[in-house]
């Protein structure tokens, strides 16, 4: 396929989504790095190895889980013009991503409440590593709660239609990929 082709428009919306997946792979490596080198920290002497990850953090992995489902409802009501339908999904999916950092929170209280801490004499490798895995992913779905509210704004202002939508599919890519950073993240700690 020849790149140079095609209006403005086109080439616009390919170099918009061929930067989005440059990012998403950076940040895959950037989480690769941090998985790896929590296996290798694995066998230091110093490490928990019958540690069990919160159960908020399993609730939490369902509702990030239902909050790409309700953005792919929400996409496929654009798609048929049925915007009310669209606005109603796009909100359940803003509430749903802010209830996942709750629920991310409430399983930080629930670590610190065993008696570990990111730092300090209560701290140890192992919580050290789960802090920091969970409080970056955190960001990441504080920046796609930004551009869900980007996407909510401009779908207010009627800037979607059925044919032309390249902002919502950017948000939605990268929602999807925080999902299922957080599916992996979630697995390996839970079994590693």
Do not use: C
């Amino acid at each position: 396929m020849d790149l140079t082709q095609g209006t403005l428009e086109e080439k616009h919306s390919r170099a918009k989504k061929m930067m989005l997946w440059f990012g998403i792979i950076s940040l895959v490596m950037s989480f690769a790095g941090w998985t790896s080198a929590f296996v290798v920290s694995s066998s230091r002497p110093d490490w928990l190895h019958d540690f069990q990850l919160p159960n908020a953090f399993i609730t939490s992995t369902i509702v990030i889980v239902l909050s790409s489902i309700t953005f792919i409802l929400a996409k496929r009501a654009l798609k048929k013009n049925q915007r009310q339908q669209t606005t109603v999904l796009l909100f359940v999916t803003l509430i749903l991503g802010i209830v996942f950092i709750v629920f991310q929170f409430q399983g930080f209280q629930q670590i610190i409440d065993l008696g570990y801490n990111f730092t300090g004499p209560t701290s140890n490798v192992t919580m050290s590593y789960i802090y920091l895995i969970a409080v970056v992913h955190i960001l990441h779905v504080v920046v796609g709660l930004i551009s869900l509210l980007v996407v909510i704004y401009n779908h207010f202002k009627q800037k979607y239609q059925p044919t032309k939508m390249l902002g919502f599919e950017l948000s939605a890519t990268f929602w999807h990929f925080v999902d299922l950073l957080w599916l992996y993240l979630f697995l390996f700690l839970y079994f590693v």
